[in-house]
């Protein structure tokens, strides 16, 4: 299997960004935890099937889709509830992601998990790279992309883990601040770096 490398870091860090530049510049293959998050409970999935059977027909749309907002509320108040539902699918995520894993035929792939510090799955990568950025500019960042304000891009930010949390389980990091903050050298440098790894392990 090829080199994993765990590509992490808070709410508008640039985690995509940087996926995409690896991507487009180097052919690296990304596996996306929220992608494959989506997957698993799409129409017709057996994931879905399980939730509508557990939460009954209001956990689903007029057209048989998950309904989002309606399991927020579920798992959000009530503890159980939350548990029941990732006892659930973490395991199929996690099932998928290796299966995706194994299909890479890239030197090393980026395994894209934004909640990798959170839910201590640096097991999961050989190594981890973290984007790191300063908290004032990703609040603008949250804010101007996601059109929200503030007090919801900060409360966002205050449920994660900290910069230092994520540092603290880095391999390598990427620094995102400034608006001119040169990635692509920082990328080409690291993906010189990966190769070398692979190379020796091959
Ligand atoms: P999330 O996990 O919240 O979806 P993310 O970590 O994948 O976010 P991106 O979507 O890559 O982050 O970046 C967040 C926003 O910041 C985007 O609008 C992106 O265009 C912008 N951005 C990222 N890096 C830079 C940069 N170096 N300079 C200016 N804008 C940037």
């Given at each position: 299997m090829a080199l994993i490398i765990g590509l992490t870091g808070g709410i508008a860090s640039g985690k995509t960004t940087v996926a995409n530049l690896f991507h487009d510049q180097f052919g690296i293959e990304i596996v996306d935890a929220d992608v494959i998050a989506r997957q698993v409970v799409e129409k017709g999935s057996e994931g879905l099937q399980a939730i509508h059977q557990h939460f009954?027909?209001?956990?689903?749309?007029?057209?048989?889709?998950?309904?989002r907002a309606e399991l927020r509320k579920r798992i959000f108040a009530n503890e159980n509830e939350k548990a029941w539902v990732n006892q659930l699918l973490h395991p199929m995520i996690r099932q998928r992601m290796e299966q995706k894993l194994k299909q890479v035929t890239s030197p090393y792939a980026l395994l894209v998990v934004p909640l990798l510090t959170e839910n201590n799955?640096?097991?999961?990568?050989d190594r981890v790279l973290v984007v790191d950025v300063d908290e004032e500019t990703q609040i603008e960042r949250a804010m101007s992309r996601d059109k929200v304000p503030m007090e919801q891009a900060k409360s966002i930010l205050a449920a994660q883990a900290t910069r230092e949390q994520r540092l603290a389980i880095a391999d390598d990091v990427i620094k995102n601040n400034?608006?001119?903050?040169?990635l692509l050298p920082q990328i080409t440098e690291l993906h010189k770096k990966y190769l070398a790894i692979s190379r020796k392990n091959l």
């Amino acid at each position: 299997m090829a080199l994993i490398i765990g590509l992490t870091g808070g709410i508008a860090s640039g985690k995509t960004t940087v996926a995409n530049l690896f991507h487009d510049q180097f052919g690296i293959e990304i596996v996306d935890a929220d992608v494959i998050a989506r997957q698993v409970v799409e129409k017709g999935s057996e994931g879905l099937q399980a939730i509508h059977q557990h939460f009954g027909d209001e956990i689903l749309t007029a057209d048989s889709e998950l309904n989002r907002a309606e399991l927020r509320k579920r798992i959000f108040a009530n503890e159980n509830e939350k548990a029941w539902v990732n006892q659930l699918l973490h395991p199929m995520i996690r099932q998928r992601m290796e299966q995706k894993l194994k299909q890479v035929t890239s030197p090393y792939a980026l395994l894209v998990v934004p909640l990798l510090t959170e839910n201590n799955l640096q097991h999961m990568a050989d190594r981890v790279l973290v984007v790191d950025v300063d908290e004032e500019t990703q609040i603008e960042r949250a804010m101007s992309r996601d059109k929200v304000p503030m007090e919801q891009a900060k409360s966002i930010l205050a449920a994660q883990a900290t910069r230092e949390q994520r540092l603290a389980i880095a391999d390598d990091v990427i620094k995102n601040n400034a608006k001119n903050q040169k990635l692509l050298p920082q990328i080409t440098e690291l993906h010189k770096k990966y190769l070398a790894i692979s190379r020796k392990n091959l």
